[in-house]
Nanobody, 122 residues
Framework: QLQLVESGGGLVQPGGSLRLSCAAS????????IGWFRQAPGKERDWVSC????????YYADSVKGRFTTSRDNAKNTAYLQMNSLKPEDTAVYYC???????????????WGQGTPVTVSS
């Protein structure tokens, strides 16, 4: 059974940092593109970033470019989202998602985690 579990969310002050983890079980992350998404209260879910399988190319939404970094450790079967210079508008539930794909980032992801909340507030 494919499962993704996010962790690392919490309360942080503006300007602070958090690192989210996305641990996979039941499958090997090596062959999957990993996407990060977020959903703020009362808003639709937005795409944040993606890291491809194989070459590990990364892509970011304009709103987080230069502040967030996504990475993966295939040996640990885990992906990460490092979030720096956090702003109140980054407050949301963050989700990771996986889709088996040889190259590039897919438009849709088939496996999702349960989400981890991030609150940026003083």
């Amino acid at each position: 059974q494919l499962q993704l579990v996010e962790s690392g969310g919490g309360l942080v002050q503006p300007g602070g940092s958090l690192r989210l983890s996305c641990a996979a079980s039941g499958f090997t992350l090596d062959y999957y593109a990993i996407g990060w998404f977020r959903q703020a209260p009362g808003k639709e879910r937005d795409w944040v970033s993606c890291i491809t399988s194989g070459d590990g190319m990364t892509y970011y939404a304009d709103s987080v470019k230069g502040r967030f970094t996504t990475s993966r450790d295939n040996a640990k079967n885990t992906a990460y989202l490092q979030m720096n210079s956090l702003k109140p508008e980054d407050t949301a539930v963050y989700y990771c998602a996986a889709e088996r794909r040889r190259a590039g980032c897919p438009a849709d992801f088939g496996s999702w985690g349960q989400g981890t909340p991030v609150t940026v507030s003083s």
